[in-house]
């Protein structure tokens, strides 16, 4: 049976919170509905800022919600932990959002956890609508280290509860994001690092289509590069930069995070929407 989570009391502004973006912290596809930054509403650690009305209005961001304190914590209350699984997320007792959360048991990638959300009505007042959320979360990252990854869609303005895993991908308004709490700022020197890495493109959280496993290998003495390939994308030609930024010019982009350059996240985007891609993951 599925069950309701109620979220306790959230003091509100008297006036709309809007997003403070920081782009050191990682990147979106379309900066227009989805920026990264660090959190004004619900805690203070990284997530994402979306539209502040529906239909979205490009440009018109609530505040940026931090991830950990904010849909990840409703999600694992939720839930119940660890446990996989769908649920309802409640707010003052009315279903605000349907949840999953998925983590991956074996191979590249495990112990990656995909978070996902399905809006289901209007937020409160300064709340962003969230439309069709994912959140991957990077493993092993110690909190102040914590890199995400995922993609969203804009709410088809569905007030629907019946189960439905269809998070709105095929709009032509899907961003793909990442966004991590300690960018690299000084590249170290790596020999053949290996990174085991997630893809998500067009998410589906009964069936865990749309998700891809891979190795990327990064190399760097001043220069560098990062070679590989995930879902078909070859990442021969991407370089990296001495401020830890990686990118080959055109459709690669993203960023290591960590004083070691621990974890890598970024995003493929490239002409249109449907084949966008947003990937992270840790040294092996």
Do not use: C
């Given at each position: 049976m599925k069950k309701l989570l109620l979220v306790s009391a959230?003091?509100?502004a008297a006036s709309p919170v809007f997003a403070v973006p920081d782009a050191t912290k990682g990147g979106s596809s379309n900066t227009a509905?989805?920026?990264?930054?660090?959190?004004?509403?619900?805690?203070?650690?990284?997530?994402?800022?979306?539209?502040?009305?529906h239909p979205a209005v490009p440009g018109y961001l609530a505040g940026v919600v931090s991830f950990?304190?904010?849909?990840i914590k409703m999600?694992?209350?939720?839930?119940?932990?660890g446990a996989n699984g769908n649920y309802y997320i409640a707010v003052y007792g009315s279903l605000m959002s349907e949840t999953w959360k998925y983590t991956i048991a074996g191979g590249a990638g495990v112990g990656t956890e995909i978070y996902t959300y399905r809006q289901l009505k209007s937020?409160?007042?300064?709340?962003?609508?969230?439309?069709?959320?994912?959140?991957?979360?990077?493993?092993?990252?110690?909190?102040?280290?914590?890199?995400?990854?995922?993609e969203w869609a804009p709410?088809?303005?569905?007030?629907?509860?019946?189960?439905?895993?269809?998070?709105?991908?095929?709009?032509?308004?899907?961003?793909?994001?990442y966004v991590g709490e300690n960018p690299t700022s000084s590249m170290p020197n790596l020999t053949n690092v290996a990174y085991d890495v997630v893809g998500i493109q067009k998410y589906n959280p009964d069936t865990q289509a749309g998700v891809y496993t891979g190795t990327l290998t990064a190399n760097f003495s001043?220069?560098?590069?990062?070679?590989?390939t995930l879902n078909g994308v070859n990442?021969?030609?991407?370089?990296?930069?001495?401020d830890g930024s990686f990118s080959n010019g055109s459709t690669i982009s993203g960023k290591f995070y960590g004083n070691s350059a621990e974890a890598l996240a970024g995003m493929y985007d490239t002409t249109g929407v449907a084949n966008d891609m947003a990937f992270g993951g840790a040294q092996q």
């Open positions: 959230i003091a509100l509905y989805v920026q990264v930054g660090t959190g004004d509403i619900l805690g203070a650690g990284v997530g994402i800022a979306m539209p502040a009305y950990e304190a904010g849909p999600a694992n209350q939720a839930i119940g932990g937020p409160l007042w300064n709340f962003p609508h969230f439309g069709g959320e994912v959140i991957a979360k990077v493993p092993g990252l110690a909190t102040s280290n914590a890199v995400y990854f995922g709410w088809d303005g569905s007030a629907g509860t019946a189960h439905d895993p269809d998070l709105g991908m095929d709009s032509s308004l899907r961003t793909v994001y001043g220069t560098g590069s990062i070679t590989g990442f021969s030609g991407t370089s990296i930069s001495s």
